[in-house]
């Protein structure tokens, strides 16, 4: 512990955020960065707590006090190699993590917590600006061949595991480029597309093979993978979107939140897949965006900078208080309200959030184009047995313009293309991959699950340990002996 007293002396500061009208020119993240000096500040805010639940708050199980005293002292690159040493990519978590570490942090019972996931991103960006990030070849290769379908962070941070323990690792990906949602999901001005391929370059040049533009049960049979390669990682992540179950759904101009925020970035970065399918644009419209949570917000930010000439967001659910409620306590996660960066460049610019709406009805022209909506106020209680339930308001009916509706209501699963009917793998109760709670292999002989395929959909942290956790699983099996890469808890503390 640098500092017994900076918690004291030093209050919390985050980066300075662009101008939200400003931004809304440009697809550039949005915050500034802090100096060294600041940097070090911020880190000796950190208790040293003896009990540190900002550890247990972290599905990687960061060494939090660890890295911001070494921070504090200085000492940059030990600081990395203590961040490397739990987490792959800790550039990915430092910008689009939520941090649950932060709601569990000490300090935050009483002040403003401790920046864990700003001082994350500086200690690897500094290492990045050092050349101290570079490849790491393995020394010795074994004969065991592995395969993992999907290249999203729980399948990226499987391959360079196993690929540290030895192994021989493909990646198939169906898309033109690795990432999951960080390379086609999550808009560039949260995360530049530059940085999430600056580390899958590195994965490379230490001996990963890539194979692209391969979808599995449609180019190459899960069958023959699974013939072909020692061991298989399911890593396909949790894509069905969930639909809108409304009269008029099938108007013109309805499309998924995943497939709008896809195209863009593709549009952005000239990727082939820019050009296939139809053209999704908000430019000139009034945009609705069903759905209130992360993908609901990259929508708004995403229309607005295409030119939208409104948008409204629409959420199910009763606005989070400002406050810690009574049932959510530290240290679990706090469920309160938070403004995102694309919900405040909304309200800036004359847009809105309605919160307890529901629609009814999608109204289209006479064309077949969508034209508006259909919603009904609802009021929120719980049933005889606990359970939240909800009541239409009568008399609250309302209709709304739009020529573009984007459902942005979260996901139901994995797509399961030709792994059922052609290979046998058996779902849980979920419509996800069911596995052994030990092995985390499925019902299949040397074919294991990973990431939101197995879990459900999730955080980029939790997708990171699911990587590392079973990385570790079929290193023991292949080798049948106990794996010396590390283990991970992949079940969260309940508190």
């Known amino acids: 512990m640098g500092d017994p007293r900076g918690f004291v002396k030093n209050t919390q500061r985050v980066p300075e955020a662009r101008n939200p009208i400003e931004r809304l020119g440009d697809w550039n993240e949005h915050y500034m960065y802090f100096d060294e000096e600041q940097r070090r500040k911020q880190a000796s805010r950190c208790m040293d707590c003896g009990v540190p639940f900002c550890m247990s708050g972290c599905p990687l199980g960061n060494l939090i006090p660890d890295f911001n005293d070494l921070v504090y002292k200085g000492q940059w690159k030990e600081a990395l190699r203590t961040l490397h040493a739990t987490n792959n990519f800790p550039e990915y978590t430092g910008k689009i993590c939520p941090a649950p570490c932060e709601n569990s942090c000490v300090l935050g019972i009483i002040e403003p917590s401790v920046t864990i996931r700003n001082d994350e991103s500086s200690i690897v960006e500094k290492g990045f600006q050092e050349g101290w990030i570079v490849a790491q070849t393995p020394k010795e290769r074994t004969d065991k061949k592995i395969a993992i379908v999907g290249g999203g962070p729980a399948g990226l941070a499987c391959a360079q595991q196993l690929n540290r323990a030895g192994h021989n690792v493909t990646i198939f990906e169906k898309r033109s480029k690795l990432g999951g ?179 009814k009805e999608v109204l289209k022209d006479e064309k077949g184009n969508v034209k508006g909506l259909k919603t009904v106020r609802v009021e929120w209680s719980t049933d005889d047995h606990g359970r939240p339930t909800f009541d239409e308001v009568p008399g609250s009916e309302e209709t709304w313009d739009a020529e573009l509706i984007l459902l942005a209501m979260g996901f139901t699963g994995p797509v399961i293309q030709g792994m059922v009917d052609e290979l046998g793998v058996e779902l849980d109760l979920r419509g996800n991959l069911k596995t052994d709670d030990a092995s985390k292999m499925t019902n299949l002989e040397g074919v294991f699950a990973a990431g939101d395929c197995r879990r459900g959909q999730s955080l980029v942290v939790w997708a990171i340990a699911e990587g590392r956790e079973i990385a570790s699983n079929v290193d023991t099996w292949l080798m049948k002996k106990a794996s010396l890469l590390p283990r991970v808890r992949l079940t969260p503390y309940r508190y």
């Open 181 to 359: 949602l960080m390379q086609w999901g999550i808009p560039a001005y949260k995360i530049r597309k530059e940085v999430v391929q600056r580390r899958i370059s590195i994965l490379k040049q230490e001996g990963i093979d890539f194979t692209l533009n391969c979808e599995i049960g449609k180019d190459v049979t899960w069958a023959d993978l699974k013939k072909d390669y020692d061991a298989l990682v399911v890593a396909i992540g949790a894509e069905q979107p969930r639909d809108l179950p409304a009269a008029g759904r099938d108007a013109k101009g309805v499309h998924f939140a995943v497939d709008f925020l896809a195209q863009n970035i593709a549009r952005i970065y000239g990727e082939k897949e820019a050009t296939e399918g139809e053209q999704i644009k908000a430019a000139g419209k009034n945009v609705i965006v069903i759905g209130g949570g992360d993908t609901g917000s990259d929508c708004i930010g995403t229309s607005l900078r295409q030119g939208a000439k409104s948008v409204v967001s629409f959420e199910l659910m009763p606005k989070p208080p400002q406050e810690r409620a009574e049932h959510n306590p530290w240290p679990q996660y706090a469920r309160v309200f938070k403004e995102s960066s694309s919900m405040e460049e909304n309200r800036n610019s004359g847009g809105q959030v309605e919160y307890c709406i529901a629609t």
